[in-house]
């Protein structure tokens, strides 16, 4: 028995010190990170061509994802105690697919593919949901489309009804 209470021990010193890394790792690579935004920001607030102001935007937004990420990487210690909290709010779907678009529209047209998100309806469909993993979820789900989509396009539905909505 002392010889698991000493792997125990050892156990929990190493996820302790791996905790303490990635923590660490994530403030290291934030910092950079949030100055990088600030520039596209002020970059996007500039007298821009629509062309290039939409790469400051996708910038921008590819920016605040990365952010994210960041953060769901110091949540692991929270993820593997159970004490994962998400960030539940109202939002427009049909933003999160825009988003979605612009921040995988450049790969597409690299790979000459068509994205498109077809809506249906126009009007605004408010969900309640953990926005960033939403998207980063939908981000995924695009790109790996792209990489198994050798030519033609991908269409992404939004079918909505009174009880649900299928992506």
Known sequence: TSELVTARDEAERANAAKSEFLSMMSHEIRTPMN?????????AAAPLSPRHLRFAEI??????????????????AKIESGKLN??????????IMEDVNSITSS?????????HIDKDSDHEVE???????????????VNNAMK??????????ILENKKHIEL
């Open 127 to 141: 969900i309640s949901a953990d926005r960033n993993r939403l998207r980063q979820v939908m981000i995924n789900l």
């Open 107 to 115: 790969l597409a047209h690299e790979k000459d593919i068509s994205l």
């Open 35 to 43: 100055g990088m935004m600030v520039m596209a920001q002020m970059l």
């Open 59 to 76: 910038i921008n937004r590819s920016g605040q994802n990365l952010l994210a990420i960041i953060n769901d990487v110091l949540d692991m």
């Open 148 to 157: 198994f989509t050798e030519k033609g396009k991908i269409n992404i539905h």
């Open 86 to 95: 998400l960030i539940i709010e109202k939002f427009n779907l049909h933003e």
